[in-house]
């Protein structure tokens, strides 16, 4: 990582002589391309480092062409010559979700996403003028095949794991159906794909788009439909009725004409459930099969957004066998499968988290009756106290949390660890026992232990609400926290 480091310094260098005070990775969320942040004294930049070069050179040029279209993207400063590196615009860190969970429903975050629509079809209409759809990075269209691909990725990656029986050519030919049926739209154009809240940055009360390079040509509903009914996002009935209704005012202004707002609602209802299959799909594969915990949050949110639309909406075609599998797979009983248990103020579960040293104290006893739990070895991660700046820091201090952050395995360590203890927290406060220990070692006790049991104490307490007794033994801290 500390030679990708040195490649944007040196790229950053050929377009600017702003000098460089840091290079800071961001948290990484669902892709592979990692991020980070360029801070100079005056502005700060996006760095983007990606092996998929066909990726990168798909999202170069559309940046380039919705540039010159008037759209609100990142203008990009720098590519190295191999396209694995790029430099580009920073809008900052808070997205229209980050509002949205800040500020609530209220009128400033209403007119965010009006903003955020008009936006939208701005760039669908206006950004498809000219666009060369043979840059995609797949499917020049999302067509009857992209649909029925969609469909399967749900079906394998979520519904199949469920093990609810089903008629396989009853199953297929619906799919068959619906992917006849939303193909045939009336208004095609640029389709973002992603347009989720996380994508919209807001920056002095505008709005910016990111992560569009998985965009080909599609229907006008599917980005709406992505938008209004995020599961995160957890908007109103009445907000995602009129924002809707807003949208096709401005589908009407931009293109200069009417629309039929009746058959293009019945359209969008098709769009809302295939997005909210293709979500659940995704959220399956990186939360059930690579046991990302981000992703099995979403799952009971995205599952109540599907029993609401199955109650309420219409898709405009019969889909027996379809619909009967979405109604059993959104069932309380199978939303709670994957609801996270939360520790009440009756719960006796205490987990007790200590960091400590191999070298100078050993294992932490259990003086508890329990007797069990875990101890993690941290001394295969990179240590931060061998490097002389951080020696008399530990692992509370920032320079040195970036470090196991940015330049180390800690984060695959501590996603290891999570699953493992979430396991036994989950147990324990179902069968109501009151203790658990978890253990972090490391050669002195003061870096790579401290920031994992710092990190499982957030996780624990964020997660299930459970009471924490945190232990730092070498830096004699001692906390409580419920």
């Known amino acids: 990582m500390q030679s990708v480091i040195e490649d944007i310094k040196k790229l950053f260098q050929s377009f600017s002589k702003a000098v460089v005070i840091s290079i800071d990775k961001i948290p990484q969320s669902g892709s592979d391309r990692i991020y980070f942040r360029i801070i100079t004294d005056s502005i700060s930049f996006i760095a983007t480092y990606n092996i998929n070069i066909k990726e990168n050179d798909t999202f170069l040029y559309f940046s380039k062409h919705f540039k010159k279209t008037g759209n609100p993207v990142p203008e990009v400063f720098a590519i190295n010559d191999e396209h694995t590196i790029y430099i580009q615009e920073d809008f900052g860190d808070s997205s229209l979700l980050n509002e949205l969970e800040k500020n609530g429903h209220n009128d400033y975050v209403y007119d965010l996403f009006k903003k955020t629509l008009r936006g ?37 990656y979520f519904l199949d794991t469920l093990k609810i029986p089903y008629d396989k ?5 619906d799919i068959e159906a619906f992917s006849t049926y939303l193909s045939h739209v009336d208004h095609k154009y640029f389709m973002f794909r992603d347009f989720q809240s996380r994508n919209i940055m807001v920056k002095d009360n505008g709005i910016h788009f990111i992560d569009y390079q998985g965009g080909m040509k599609g229907a006008l509903q599917y980005d709406v439909a992505s938008l209004l009914w995020q599961a995160k996002a957890e908007l109103s009935d009445e907000w995602k009725n009129d924002l809707l209704q807003y949208y096709m005012s401005c589908v009407e202004e931009i293109l200069g004409n009417s629309i039929d707002k009746i058959q293009f609602e019945s359209q969008y209802n098709g769009y809302v459930l295939i997005r909210l299959l293709q ?7 990186r939360g059930l099969f690579e046991r990302k915990a981000h992703f099995l949050t979403s799952i009971p949110l995205a599952l109540k957004n599907i029993q609401w639309f199955m ?15 979405l109604n059993l797979m959104t069932t309380d009983e199978v939303i709670g499968r994957f609801e996270n248990i939360k520790a009440t103020a009756a719960t006796p579960l205490v987990v007790r988290i200590n960091s400590f040293s191999y070298k100078i104290t050993g294992y932490p006893k259990d003086e508890t009756d329990n007797g069990g739990g875990f101890v993690f070895d941290c001394r295969s991660i990179l240590n931060p106290g061998r490097i002389e700046e951080f020696k008399k820091q530990t692992g509370r201090d920032k320079a040195v949390k970036d470090y196991l952050e940015q330049q180390t395995e800690m984060p695959e360590f501590l996603n290891s660890v999570y699953n493992i203890v979430d396991i036994a927290v989950e147990n324990y406060i179902e069968r109501d026992f009151d203790s658990l220990m978890i253990n972090f070692g490391c050669t002195g006790g003061r870096h790579r232990s401290v920031y994992a049991a710092d990190a499982v104490a957030r996780h624990l307490r964020n997660k299930y609400n459970v009471k924490i007794e945190l232990n730092h033994l070498e830096q004699n801290i001692h906390e409580v926290k419920n």
């Open 311 to 325: 109650a309420n909406k219409q898709v405009g075609l019969s889909l027996p066998e379809f619909e009967r599998l």
């Open 279 to 285: 979500v659940l799909g995704a959220y399956g594969f």
């Open 120 to 156: 939208l079809i701005q760039l669908q209409i206006k950004g498809d003028e000219g666009l060369n759809y043979d840059k995609t990075i797949t499917s020049k269209e999302f067509g009857k095949q992209a649909i029925v691909s969609d469909l399967l990725y749900f079906k394998y």
């Open 169 to 173: 050519e009853k199953l297929i030919d």
